[in-house]
């Protein structure tokens, strides 16, 4: 059982040393539907047995494979291939996100093919990386500094992109001569499937890229495998704290890319439709699950009733449909337990703040994990609304007496991901920009670019991925020095 327009060889098997093979158990992954509550699909579920010999596969492919030493631009040649493969499946890429996630189909073709190209780029970067460096030393006639794989990396995906953030994580991984093991979301597997099969049909060694679907439990055990050397999260901050702490315990690498509760300050040169109309739009942007998403609004105070009203009024047009609509403007979330978790705060919000619209499920939608547009005034920043992520087409207004006041509220958060200024005036937002604590800030709305490094401050996360920089955290650096320099060198 699939969704329509997906296709895999071996959706009940788990790739593991470059085979398809029936998991350790006879456990299958329901594959739920966002907009019907119905099941679409169903995959292998691996287990603790499944994980082991994952990580054993991906351990010798590493210890004693060709993969790690191989020419990098061997590496890059077998990688540019996995592409070739995976760009005439991008509507195929595009289905399965909005079977599974409830993703907009509008908006799936473009996402899915800007991934495709983010792949590309990060090949780029690669080309033009200095694996080997020779520097200058007051201690040998040759000095180089070695940059080597990390070794073996579990590669762990959350729901909302599961495509793109997996697929770059493994491309950083196998094009510095990691080895893998693929850890997909249990509600949206099948594009790690997908990634898989395009490394088989590539010819990446076996054991240099392997597919464990699974739940919280086996993720766990994957994590605390001494046979894994880095762990590449992103999730939920949560999670990537237990990651962390297990990581530190055996001095394992890891990235962490976390939560957020990203903040736009709004100034006064910026005009009030305006505002409304992008915060709107960014909000209901994936229904709202962007780690990266401005949901909190920092607004001057003698305009925040007038912004809460235009804002209303933007929300209360959104058109709310089925995630294949294509006249859609805000799709489902993802789950019934996201859906459960938004409504909880929700309920929340309406004791420490003004509900001014949407905080329902839509009439007209009777099956579906749909909630409305919903916007809080008059937000208490030190609320649990304004402080903890919601996940969710939630927006939180808050009034501050000048920048300055703005700036402090905008910093008083555990998460330090992103942030935005919404203003015409390039100095203020640079000014602005650097005294937000934050690892990204845009002007203008929720500004990302993939081809530049991307994480965060504080508890939104550890390291970066994106970027030239996205290659570092996937290497070791050896020094050596030597008597002469050596051939080939």
Same mark, same amino acid.
């Given at each position: 059982m699939l969704?329509?327009g997906?296709?895999?060889?071996?959706?009940?098997?788990?790739?593991?040393?470059?085979?398809?093979m029936?998991?350790?158990?006879?456990?299958?992954?329901?594959?739920?539907?966002?907009?019907?509550?119905?099941?679409?699909?169903?995959?292998?579920?691996?287990?603790?047995v499944?994980?082991?010999?994952?990580?054993?596969?991906?351990?010798?492919a590493?210890?004693?494979?060709?993969?790690?030493?191989?020419?990098p631009?061997?590496?890059?040649a077998?990688?540019?291939?996995m592409?070739?493969?995976?760009e005439p499946?991008?509507p195929?890429?595009?289905?399965?996100?909005?079977?599974?996630?409830?993703?907009l189909?509008?908006?799936?073709?473009?996402?899915h093919a800007g991934?495709?190209?983010?792949?590309?780029?990060?090949?780029?970067?690669?080309e033009?990386?200095?694996?080997?460096e020779q520097?200058?030393?007051?201690?040998?006639?040759?000095?180089?500094v070695?940059?080597?794989p990390?070794?073996?990396?579990a590669?762990?995906?959350?729901?909302?992109?599961p495509f793109?953030?997996?697929a770059?994580?493994?491309?950083y991984?196998?094009?510095?001569?990691?080895?893998?093991?693929?850890?997909?979301?249990?509600?949206?597997p099948l594009?790690?499937?997908?990634?898989?099969?395009?490394?088989?049909?590539?010819?990446?060694?076996?054991?240099?890229?392997?597919?464990?679907?699974?739940?919280?439990?086996?993720?766990?055990h994957?994590?605390?495998?001494?046979?894994?050397?880095?762990?590449?999260?992103?999730?939920?901050?949560?999670?990537?704290?237990?990651?962390?702490?297990?990581?530190?315990?055996?001095?394992?690498?890891?990235?962490?890319?976390l939560?957020?509760?990203s903040?736009?300050?709004?100034?006064d040169?910026?005009?009030?439709?305006?505002a409304?109309r992008?915060l709107t739009?960014?909000?209901?942007?994936?229904?709202? !699950?962007v780690?990266?998403?401005l949901?909190r609004v920092?607004v001057?105070? #003698?305009?925040? /009733?007038?912004l &809460?009203? =235009? +804002? @209303?009024a933007?929300?209360?047009?959104?058109?709310?449909g089925?995630?294949?609509?294509?006249?859609?403007?805000?799709?489902p979330?993802?789950?019934?337990?996201?859906l459960?978790?938004?409504?909880?705060?929700?309920?929340?919000?309406?004791?420490?703040?003004?509900?001014?619209t949407?905080?329902?499920r839509p009439?007209?939608?009777?099956h579906?994990y749909f909630?409305?547009?919903?916007?809080?005034?008059?937000?208490?920043?030190?609320?649990?609304?304004? !402080?903890e992520e919601?996940?969710?087409?939630?927006?939180c207004?808050?009034? #501050?007496?000048? /920048?300055?006041? &703005?700036? =402090? +509220? @905008?910093?008083?958060?555990r998460y330090g991901?992103?942030?935005?200024?919404l203003?015409?005036?390039?100095?203020a937002?640079?000014?602005?920009?650097?005294?937000?604590?934050?690892?990204?800030f845009?002007?203008n709305?929720?500004?990302?670019?993939?081809?530049?490094?991307?994480?965060?401050f504080?508890?939104?996360?550890?390291?970066?991925?994106g970027?030239p920089?996205g290659l570092?955290?996937y290497?070791e650096?050896?020094?050596m020095l030597?008597?002469?320099?050596?051939?080939?060198v």
């Open positions: 969704p329509t997906v296709s895999l060889r071996h959706p009940e098997r788990v790739f593991i040393g470059g085979a398809w029936p998991p350790h158990s006879d456990r299958l992954i329901d594959l739920i539907s966002p907009d019907t509550e119905q099941v679409i699909a169903r995959v292998a579920e691996a287990d603790d499944d994980v082991d010999r994952a990580v054993a596969a991906a351990r010798h590493f210890d004693h494979g060709p993969w790690p030493h191989m020419a631009a061997e590496r890059i077998a990688f540019r291939r592409i070739a493969h995976l499946r991008v195929e890429l595009a289905r399965a996100w909005t079977a599974q996630m409830g993703g189909a509008a908006f799936a073709g473009p996402m991934s495709l190209a983010a792949l590309n780029q990060i090949a780029g970067f690669a033009a990386f200095a694996f080997v520097r200058p030393s007051l201690a040998a006639a040759c000095a180089l070695v940059h080597e990390v070794g073996v990396v590669a762990i995906a959350p729901w909302n992109a793109g953030i997996m770059n994580k493994l491309a991984a196998l094009l510095t001569g990691c080895t893998v093991i693929m850890k997909p979301s249990p509600e949206t594009e790690a499937y997908i990634l898989a099969e395009a490394a088989e049909a590539a010819g990446i060694p076996p054991g240099v890229v392997n597919l464990v679907p699974a739940h919280r439990e086996a993720s766990d994957l994590v605390c495998n001494p046979g894994v050397d880095k762990v590449s999260f992103t999730g939920s901050t949560l999670a990537g704290q237990r990651i962390g702490m297990v990581c530190a315990e055996r001095m394992a690498r890891c990235t962490l890319e939560g957020g509760k903040a736009a300050i709004v100034r040169d910026f005009a009030i439709a305006d409304a992008l739009g960014t909000i209901t942007m994936m229904s709202g !699950q780690c990266a998403m949901s920092v001057p105070r #003698a305009r925040h /009733d007038e &809460a009203e =235009a +804002i @209303a933007e929300m209360r047009a959104v058109r709310i089925h995630s294949d609509d294509r006249a859609a403007q805000l799709g979330l993802a789950m019934k337990r996201q459960e978790r938004v409504e909880s705060f929700i309920e929340e919000g309406r004791k420490t703040a003004d509900l001014i949407g905080g329902q009439t007209h939608l009777n579906g909630i409305e547009p919903t916007l809080f005034a008059h937000v208490d920043n030190a609320s649990r609304i304004a !402080q919601i996940f969710g087409p939630v927006l207004l808050i009034p #501050a007496d000048d /920048d300055n006041h &703005a700036i =402090a +509220i @905008a910093n008083d958060s991901l992103n942030g935005s200024v203003t015409h005036d390039a100095d937002a640079w000014r602005i920009g650097r005294r937000v604590r934050t690892g990204g845009g002007q709305g929720l500004r990302m670019d993939f081809g530049l490094p991307f994480g965060g504080k508890q939104s996360g550890i390291g970066r991925e970027g920089e570092h955290p290497l650096m050896k020094t030597l008597d002469a320099v050596p051939a080939g």
